[in-house]
T-cell receptor
């Protein structure tokens, strides 16, 4: 079985501050991991994905995530928040030939 | 760029009506998915299809059915809409790359309200 837990349904940061969105996964075998972003009134868009090639994954819009097997984590970070980063972020896990399981999402608010 | 389109952005229906939600993708993807998104619950998979005329139940198929007569089109059907089916519905598609990464591409969503 596989599952993903996102800690914090709402996160607020000041513009220019570090963004840290937490994701922990559970999987009996090495998984594939994803972060998606959903801007208001839009569908989900892929930010980045981990496919075992490198533990530090760089995505679009300055985001990156680090796969830590010992901590079963895949936290999303961005050094400096921008107003345009305000959105909902979803972590997702998948094993080969299995369907994707999404987390419950974290809404990021950026305060000017 | 991959494009996934959904027939309506907003839809209002009455209890008991039959509702059709349509999704079309233009990238020749084998896999197509229907999710519903509710606050605090994230995305929950209703049905998916890995080939024309093939369908598999997801986590919450009750009250829904699907149809895939052509590779590019995947329809979600609510046989008799109920108020608890008021939600955002998201369609997605993906290419099967040997079962490895399979990035999903999403449509803009249909916000369905059942009165």
């Amino acid at each position: 079985a596989q599952s993903v837990t996102q800690l914090g349904s709402h996160v607020s940061v000041s513009e220019g501050a570090l963004v840290l969105l937490r994701c922990n996964y559970s999987s009996s075998v090495p998984p594939y991991l994803f972060w998606y972003v959903q801007y208001p009134n839009q569908g989900l868009q892929l930010l980045l994905k981990y496919t075992s090639a490198a533990t530090l994954v760089k995505g679009i819009n300055g985001f990156e995530a680090e796969f830590k097997k010992s901590e079963t984590s895949f936290h999303l970070t961005k050094p400096s928040a921008h107003m345009s980063d305000a959105a909902e972020y979803f972590c997702a896990v998948k094993r080969a030939y299995q369907k994707v399981t999404f987390g419950t999402g974290t809404k990021l608010q950026v305060i000017p | 760029d991959v494009k996934v389109t959904q027939s309506s952005r907003y839809l209002v229906k009455r209890t008991g009506e039959k509702v059709f939600l349509e999704c079309v993708q233009d990238m020749d993807h084998e896999n197509m998915f229907w999710y519903r998104q509710d606050p605090g619950l994230g995305l929950r998979l209703i049905y998916f299809s890995y080939d024309v005329k093939m369908k598999e139940k997801g986590d919450i198929p009750e009250g829904y059915s699907v149809s895939r007569e052509k590779k590019e089109r995947f329809s979600l059907i609510l046989e008799s809409a109920s108020t608890n089916q008021t939600s955002m519905y998201l369609c997605a598609s993906s290419f099967t790359s040997g079962g490895s990464t399979d990035t999903q591409y999403f449509g803009p969503g249909t916000r369905l309200t059942v009165l």
